[in-house]
């Protein structure tokens, strides 16, 4: 945590500054320092050399945010998305009492649930329990911990400078600035074989008490050969200023991750950057949830490496108010045989704004390939806009690959016959909007589909409400 007199005015985020990194040299030093007390701890068993490696790596990752700045609108991958105008945003410095926030229900209704908890990066959960087969490492343990899968520095920073030289194209110079200032994050890696049974919940919150003007985490997920694991990730923001959260999943061989992630932002900034390696025969499932997001910005990216992968994907957004919700997908076909299959949903209400922009790429050579993707927006103002935008780069002669898209409103004739069966204007929005909702829902892992059917319930009564209520 910076000291108090550390604290910054969001306003000197400026994308045009002569000197972009100013707001974040106080974060950047009390970072250094950090890692330097760290590895002067006991616990860490590192090599003599880490710390200089790693330090040498954050300071060119600074080097490269300064040339690059921050993403402008001239890039494909962010043109629905005015960025200055959201970082000249005075922030607002509430402080919400969310008591009944998704993330203080969802990890009491499974019993046979395991829960890893982190406040502003800070653990706070006690790990004594973990399933077996799983291992949890934090950073910078994972790649200065010489027993670490990942023990290796100097191999494990240029695994870091590859990957985020393959995203700064969807993701800008935002994240070299993310990984110049990281200092919080973890490795959690499942044994090659294990099929863990219990659920694992990630819960993150932001509170409104951090000083930092970007928080960054760093969440690594690496699924051995034959393994499968439920995870689920809970983020609820309160921070003040930006956070940027990069969650990098490695899949080996016949590997099967189910991911449930739900996001309540609380009319904050926030970077959200996922990536995905898929070896051969390997499985995601994928369901992700976002409400109540003030700026919100996402970038997935999957690489499918291995012959005959598969991913679903599906998203189901909520914007109200201001809220503006970017989504950008990017599926890479490498291999034979791979399989996509990806649906955007987004209901907008008042002055919201959505984007879906979903590529897919089919290499030479990855024949056999099947891909479908499918936006489809709702809205319900006439302020209100979705914008939508799939792509498609074929370089295989035999392959099935469909896109398509759709914006439009309630039907009248619907809302019309159940308005004549007795029921009101809100209430029969609610209805219709609630059918628009269930095939995701459905994908819900069993025990948590009462739940979620209730948390989207209230979202869509906030959507439908004259006093455009708050999110859970």
Known sequence: ??????????????????????????????????????????????????????????????????????????????????????????????????????????????????????????????????????AFTPFPNYCTDLHSPWGDTKKTLEKFSQLTTQLEKEHGGIIHLHQALSSKGFLLSVTAGAKISVPI?????????????????????????????????????????????????????????????????????????????????????????????????????????????????????????????????????????????QLSRNILAHQSRSIFNGKILIARGAQQVQTRQLSQNLVLDPQAEANTKPELEVYADNVKATHGATVGQL?????YYLMSRGLTVHKAKELLLEGFCLSTLKLVPQKLQSFFHKWILLQLKNLTSKNRGSSL
């Open 1 to 134: 945590m910076l000291h108090t007199n550390s604290k910054i005015n969001i306003n000197s985020l400026q994308i045009n500054s002569s000197d972009l990194f100013s707001p974040f040299e106080n974060e950047f030093n009390e970072t250094t320092r950090q890692l330097n007390e760290d590895f002067l701890k006991p616990s860490l068993n590192s090599s003599a050399s880490a710390l200089e490696d790693i330090t040498v790596f954050r300071k060119q990752e600074k080097s490269e945010f300064i040339k690059l700045g921050w993403p402008k609108r001239q890039m494909e991958s962010w043109h629905y998305t005015d960025l200055e105008s959201w970082l000249k945003m005075t922030p607002n410095l509430a402080t919400e009492n969310n008591d009944k926030s998704i993330l203080n229900e969802l990890s009491h209704l499974h019993k046979n649930l395991f829960v890893i908890r982190f406040e502003d990066g800070k653990l706070v959960s006690d790990l004594s329990q973990l399933p077996q087969g799983v």
């Open 201 to 341: 919940i990630i819960e993150h919150h932001l509170t409104s008490q951090t000083t930092l003007p970007l928080h960054t985490f760093n969440q690594w997920v690496v699924l051995g050969e034959d393994s499968s694991l439920d995870l689920y990730e809970i983020q609820c923001n309160k921070a003040p200023f930006l956070s940027s959260f990069w969650n990098h999943f490695e899949l080996h061989k016949s590997a099967n991750l189910n991911l449930l992630r739900a996001q309540d932002p609380l009319e904050r900034r926030q970077f959200n950057l996922l990536s995905f390696a898929q070896e051969q025969e390997s499985q995601i499932n994928s369901i992700n949830f976002i409400s109540g997001s003030g700026l919100i910005r996402e970038s997935w990216v999957f690489d499918q490496i291995g012959e005959n992968a598969s991913l679903l994907w599906e998203g189901l957004n909520f914007a109200k108010n201001k809220d503006h919700i970017d989504v950008r997908t990017v599926i890479n076909h490498r291999s034979p045989m791979g399989k996509s299959e």
């Open 411 to 415: 039907d009248q004739e619907q809302l």
